[in-house]
């Protein structure tokens, strides 16, 4: 079955530093992959997406690149900032399939 | 449109009583999901629709839960005879899925249920 691993957290980062978050996945087929973002309080949010090998998703200077032959999806932002500190989860979802496969989260913590 | 609504944002209930939990999804999506998150995992499937049709269910769902769309608009989960195990945070979500594409999540805030 489908499967998706992030790495472990906690992540703590000083402002302005960069962020990689790794994400790999094991699927059938050609999923779409996703990203997702839950700040204190709130529900999950979409972050970015991509729909097939090489698309690029971006948003809020976050980016992420779906390597089909690494299967990866990892999440860069070059500047970090306070207001990023939230918990990422990457996610798949079969393209026809009703469901999505969700990692565990990581949680970042981003420091003045 | 105000987004997905969840409701209610808390329930405290006994163990062995049967709760109800109620969401109103974006009108324009034709999905609607439910999922379950514990702290320190991710989102798990229970089920979905696509307009009033439930067409999945998650295998570790026991009989206790059933779901329902009536009218293909707001959604009911049911948990019957809860039990400590079910306390947890229920996500709904809807998305549109059109020509083979799925365009993400969208989630309510979810219901903290507390089962004592």
């Known amino acids: 079955g489908n499967s998706v691993t992030q790495m472990e957290g906690p992540v703590t980062l000083s402002e302005e530093a960069f962020l990689t978050i790794n994400c790999t996945y094991t699927a059938t087929g050609y999923p779409s992959l996703f990203w997702y973002v839950q700040y204190p309080g709130e529900g999950l949010q979409l972050l970015l997406k991509a729909t097939k090998a090489d698309d690029k998703g971006s948003n809020k200077g976050f980016e992420a690149t779906y390597r089909k032959e690494t299967t990866s999806f990892h999440l860069e932002k070059g500047s970090v900032q306070v207001s990023d500190s939230a918990v990422y989860f990457c996610?798949?979802?079969?393209?026809?399939?009703?469901?999505?496969?969700f990692g565990d989260g990581t949680t970042l913590t981003v420091k003045p | 449109d105000t987004g997905v609504s969840q409701d209610p944002r808390h329930k405290i209930t006994k163990r062995g009583q049967n709760v109800t939990f109620r969401c109103d999804p974006i009108?324009?999506?034709?999905?609607l999901y439910w999922y379950r998150q514990t702290l320190g995992q991710g989102p798990e499937f229970l089920t979905y629709?696509?307009?009033?049709?439930?067409?999945?269910k998650s295998r570790l769902l026991s009989d206790r839960f059933s779901a329902e769309r009536p009218k293909g608009s707001f959604s009911t989960l049911e948990i019957q005879r809860t039990e400590q195990g079910d306390s947890a945070m229920y996500l709904c979500?809807?998305?549109?899925?059109?020509?083979?594409?799925?365009?993400?999540?969208?989630f309510g805030s979810g219901t903290r249920l507390t089962v004592v």
């Open positions: 009108s324009e999506h034709n999905r």
């Open positions: 629709f696509q307009n009033e049709a439930q067409l999945e």
């Open positions: 996610a798949l979802s079969n393209t026809n399939a009703g469901k999505s496969t």
């Open positions: 979500a809807s998305s549109l899925v059109a020509g083979g594409v799925r365009y993400g999540y969208t």
